[in-house]
């Protein structure tokens, strides 16, 4: 028996409504795609959108023609657009009624709520709804606010696995990561809840820039995550990003008497998140987002360096990151000048034998990066034009070497 579109998209919003704790503890709605399904009904997944062309063999359950296991929901191809065209046309019409100044009552706001996920959930790259949920977001705030029993961290409990799942399914979509952004700069620094929110968004994020080494989008998340969680422990770290590196040098705030427990913290948040990056560095040769990433480290460790924030922690506080072998005692230095130098050097020399691309743009982004922390701790112009001379014999079209050749010409 053929479904009409109400009927199915009404199905679809009731189970993700009903099992709206098993999709955020897997990233909401994770789906995967079925492949075959025999009449043992027997599975197998592939982690992608579910789509499943097998309408026949599907149980005549309370979920048909949908088929749910555990977190898995299959959606047989053959309803997609008559799901996508109801979703569609139920969010147009609400959205020519908002420009025309329509009641934005509680009513409509899950019309739009409903509506705008299941859209971006089948189609990701769709800005406009995305932009939607925003504006639900910021209207139940406004309105709740200042009711005492609002928990806004519940709300973005439900939005981050909505548009986590959108970034997995579309990576370049910016609309996306900047609607990421904006949820969690969101979470107030006071709350427990925030922090386990926070901290499940940050073990997100490792798992996927060590997959996705070359996203500037997804480091340039993880960057704003590693600022909020040192907001918990410091109200007076701001969000700096955008802020130039001399600027940022130049205009400290009045330092902040901290316990030891929460400076230890701030610390080894950062530490650990330097080691990470010089693991990915050394696994991943030749990837310039990872030097990007480990310069913005360096510039954030010198400033709370300043504000005396970074305390050497004894070793045995420290778990050791690797197995101990010379590599690894590279990814354990402490990130000072000097041992940033050894890091840096130690890429330069890495395997510089080898004919390779990758190697070779390990040896230009190591020697940029020494010419960066060079330059953020005060060394001289001499052994800076040292380096932007070694720099120039492998990288002559590098811009940071023609930038820094016309302000001495």
Known sequence: MSMDGKTLYELFNKIVDSHQMYFSLFGILYFNKIYSIS???????????????????LPKDQYYPFLLIDSNLGIPLEHLQKIFKQAHGIFMNLYVDRVQGYNDNKETIELVKQSTRC???????????????????????????????????????????????VVELYPKNYYAWTHRHWIISLL???????????DDELLNMEKWVRTNV??????????????????????????FLGISRDNLLNQLPVPENLSSTKTDHITLLWFNEIRLTRDLILRYPGHETLWYH?????????????????YPIESKNIEP?????????????????ENELKFSRYCILMNSDIDDEHIALQKRYAITYEL?????????NNNIDSLISKLAEIAPESNYYLCRKSNFS
Request: hydrophobic share 40%; glycine share 4%; charged share 20%.
């Open 188 to 198: 107030p620094i006071d709350s427990s809840n925030s922090i386990s929110l926070l």
């Open 372 to 380: 960066w922390i060079s330059e953020l701790h005060g060394v001289s």
């Open 214 to 239: 070359s996203d500037h989008s997804g480091f340039h998340h993880r960057q704003l995550c590693l600022i909020k969680k040192s907001q918990f422990y410091n109200s007076t770290i701001a969000n």
């Open 321 to 337: 990151y690797g197995d101990g072998d010379g590599e690894n005692i590279m990814l354990n230095l402490w990130p000072d000048y």
């Open 119 to 165: 859209l971006l959930l089948l189609n990701p790259d769709l800005y406009t709804a995305t932009n939607a949920r925003k504006w639900i977001i910021s209207n139940i705030i406004s309105r709740y606010q200042s009711d005492n029993k609002f928990d806004i961290t519940e709300l973005i409990r439900l939005e981050i696995p909505i548009i986590r799942r």
């Open 294 to 310: 480990l310069r913005f480290l360096s510039v954030i460790w010198k400033w709370l360096s300043s504000l005396g924030h970074i």
């Open 39 to 57: 009449n043992t009904n027997t599975l197998l997944f592939s982690e992608e959108i579910c789509l499943l062309p097998y309408q026949s063999t």
